[in-house]
Antibody, heavy 118, light 107 residues
Framework: EVQLVESGGGLVQPGGSLRLSCAASGFAFSRFTMNWVRQAPGKGLEWLSCITSGSGTIYYADSVRGRFTISRDNAENSLYLQMDSLRPEDTALYYC???????????WGQGTLLTVSS | DIQMTQSPSTLSASIGDRVTITCRASQSINNWLAWYQQKPGKAPKVLIYQASTLENGVPSRFSGSGSGTEFTLTISSLQPDDFATYYCHQYDSYPYTFGLGTKLEIK
């Protein structure tokens, strides 16, 4: 069974940093492109970033480029999102999601909540 | 960036109704469109991908159609479990983008 479990969320002050993790199991993690998507409270979905299987290609949304860094460790079956210079508008539930062979997002974790507030 | 315009934003319907949700892309995305269902407190779940391919395990009352810039999600006969929020998603080019969502409510 495919499982994605996010962790690392919490309360951070504006300007602070945090690293999110996503532990993957039940599939060949090293073969799939992985993504981060967030959802602000009561709002819609916002795609943030993706990283290809071997980390050779990375994309970011404009809203996080230069502040967030995606990475992965295929040996550990883990995906990461390093978030720096955090802003109150970054407050959201952060999901990791698998790309179906470079296609849509076929599996999602349950999310980890980030709150940016003083 | 490709903008996804989804309508309506809210839809009130009754059990057994046929409902259609529309998504329009700001430029052609070929068939690279997915539809997701999200219930409160849960992660999104893919229903349809590549515009019209039904995800394994999704009831056949859900269907998708369209190509280029105009797409629809149809539920042929609403069931109680279908009341949720639905999002379209283009994966033709980065950055990936989503529609703002359609909340399907019980009339």
């Amino acid at each position: 069974e495919v499982q994605l479990v996010e962790s690392g969320g919490g309360l951070v002050q504006p300007g602070g940093s945090l690293r999110l993790s996503c532990a993957a199991s039940g599939f060949a993690f090293s073969r799939f492109t992985m993504n981060w998507v967030r959802q602000a409270p009561g709002k819609g979905l916002e795609w943030l970033s993706c990283i290809t299987s071997g980390s050779g290609t990375i994309y970011y949304a404009d809203s996080v480029r230069g502040r967030f860094t995606i990475s992965r460790d295929n040996a550990e079956n883990s995906l990461y999102l390093q978030m720096d210079s955090l802003r109150p508008e970054d407050t959201a539930l952060y999901y990791c999601a698998r790309s179906r062979l470079g296609s849509d997002l076929d599996y999602w974790g349950q999310g980890t909540l980030l709150t940016v507030s003083s | 960036d490709i903008q996804m315009t989804q309508s309506p934003s809210t839809l009130s319907a009754s059990i057994g109704d046929r409902v259609t949700i529309t998504c329009r892309a700001s430029q052609s995305i070929n068939n690279w469109l997915a539809w997701y269902q999200q219930k409160p407190g849960k992660a999104p779940k893919v229903l349809i991908y590549q515009a019209s391919t039904l995800e394994n395990g999704v009831p056949s009352r859900f269907s998708g159609s369209g190509s280029g810039t105009e797409f629809t999600l149809t539920i042929s006969s609403l069931q109680p479990d279908d009341f949720a929020t639905y999002y379209c998603h283009q994966y033709d080019s980065y950055p990936y983008t989503f529609g703002l969502g359609t909340k399907l409510e019980i009339k």
